[in-house]
């Protein structure tokens, strides 16, 4: 496994939270730009991150390093945009508070980033990009993206 992040307070974290039987190697690194081959991944995982991330070029990028027959799986934040996703938000955000209370959760020593893309800008960007991805709307502000390359796709 390897995760990559520009923030080294964010990887020391991560060292400091896996077991240390875990083979997980740390990148300081862009993404975008570190020169991992072409078809290179199984899997693909981003977790609050695509956000951090130009959308298109961002799942692009992603979809480039899955091998043939490998998954991409997201779980993002995107921008509040209609009547809907403004009532849902009414509910959520005291349940959100209730739980980091109960949970003692911390802010992460992450730098926080609003999201830009709106739920509809992500499903068409999925559309144009990567046929067939799901997008599911979740609870708590964040949404799931799950997409498949296709076996003999490069």
């Not at 997980?24 to 570190?34: F, L």
């Not at 403004?86 to 959760?105: E, K, N, Q, T």
């Amino acid at each position: 496994m390897i995760g990559i992040d520009v923030d080294p307070e964010v990887l020391s974290l991560a060292r400091s939270s896996s077991e240390p039987e875990a083979r997980i190697q740390y990148i300081e690194g862009d993404v975008m730009t570190y020169p991992f081959p072409t078809a290179s991944f199984d899997f693909v995982t981003a977790v609050a991150a695509l956000h951090h991330l130009s959308l298109r070029p961002g799942l692009a990028r992603f979809r480039d390093l899955l091998k043939p027959g490998g998954t991409l799986a997201v779980i993002g934040l995107f921008r509040s945009h209609t009547l809907g996703d403004y009532a849902i938000d009414a509910v959520a955000m005291p349940i959100s508070r209730v739980l980091r209370v109960v949970r003692g959760c911390t802010p992460p020593p992450t730098r926080m980033r609003r999201p830009d893309h709106t739920l509809a800008d992500i499903r068409s960007a999925c559309d144009e990009l990567l046929p067939g991805a799901v997008v599911r709307r979740l609870l708590l502000f964040r949404y799931s993206l799950i997409w498949r390359k296709e076996p003999g796709n490069c």
